[in-house]
């Protein structure tokens, strides 16, 4: 069977409708969603990417610091400075600010949502803590205990697979919440920070610095890294329909890929400014500093 990441031609950059640092982009029902500076978040159609929201949920202006699409793909949440968190159907075109839950106004730096029959998802802070957040037949959302997985430090990323949570911390951590109870599983020795996750069927990847990622193999709890070049590893992710496949992005416009046939392989790019986050779906996205954004 074919690779979804092996039939893509080459990364084009495209013409962007700002020059506000986008730092998340996440793929819904309706193509790419990314988020940014300023509270903006850009939407793309047949004509190209347009601002769909200018100004944040609370339209305060807050930096959106990280995006992620419900199961279905018709809804967006997005969440960043000073508690910042909202909701968008792509559907409807209906915005919904839940900014500050249980008055918590630090910087929500990572976002995962799960759930199929309900709407969950959970959120995380420069503090440490991890809000999780279950939504009604209404779409009204309640709040759980707020845990410090990582004992206070700044948790990097989130990713969900299934009933498991996974999250890292910027001192080289990487936990595991099932049943309600967190594991750290990780990394011994890594000694280079990290900026994302990726989960997909029982495997985890972990995005770092030096050029560095980490692969954990649940059946056997074993990390194995993975040099991908020098330059840091800023954003990860996996096209539906493939184990295997993966896509990372990072300093200074470097796109590396991994497929089953070749490994991971360095791509050309059509840009030199830092790609921050990317997004595999119909269209692949890549976006980053000064709002950059390419495609494929």
Same mark, same amino acid.
């Given at each position: ?38 509270? !903006? ?11 769909? /929201? ?16 419900? /199961? ?27 900014? *500050? ?55 990097? *990323? ?45 495997? !985890? ?13 649940? &059946? ?6 993975? *040099? ?17 496949? *993966? /896509? ?11 497929? &089953? ?9 059509? /840009? ?25």
């Amino acid at each position: 069977m074919s690779d979804p990441t092996t039939d893509r031609g080459e990364w084009r950059a495209v013409e962007s409708p700002t020059d506000r640092t986008l730092l998340a982009v996440t793929e819904t029902a309706a193509g790419p969603v990314a988020v940014g500076e300023g509270g !903006l978040v850009l939407a793309r159609d047949e004509s190209g990417w347009y601002p769909l /929201v200018e100004s944040g949920p609370a339209t305060r202006g807050n930096r959106l610091t990280c995006v992620a699409a419900t /199961v279905d793909r018709k809804r967006v949440w997005f969440a960043g400075d000073s508690g910042a968190l909202g909701r968008y159907d792509t559907h409807t075109g209906r915005k919904e600010d839940f900014s *500050a839950p249980m008055g918590k106004t630090s910087t929500w730096e990572a976002l995962a949502v799960a759930g199929t029959d309900t709407e969950r998802l959970s959120v995380a802070n420069g503090s440490g803590e991890v809000l999780p957040i279950e939504c009604d037949d209404h779409g009204c959302p309640s709040y759980g205990d707020v845990t410090k997985p990582a004992g206070g430090s700044t948790i990097a *990323a989130l990713a969900a697979d299934g009933s498991s949570l996974y999250a890292t911390d910027t001192s080289g951590t990487v936990l595991e919440r099932v049943d309600g109870s967190w594991h750290r599983i990780g990394i011994e020795n890594a000694e280079v920070n990290f900026f994302d996750l990726s989960a997909a069927g029982g495997s !985890l990847l972990v995005a770092g610095g030096d050029g560095r990622l980490y692969r954990y193999d649940r &059946p056997c709890r074993n990390w194995t890294p993975v *040099a991908v070049g020098e330059a840091t590893v800023h954003g990860l992710a996996r096209p539906a329909g493939s184990d295997d496949g *993966a /896509v990372a992005v990072g300093g200074g416009g470097t796109i590396h890929e991994r497929t &089953p046939d070749r490994g991971w392989c360095r791509l050309d790019s059509p /840009v030199e400014a830092d790609l921050l986050a990317v997004a595999c779906g119909t269209t692949d996205v890549a976006v980053g500093a000064d709002g950059t954004i390419i495609e494929r």
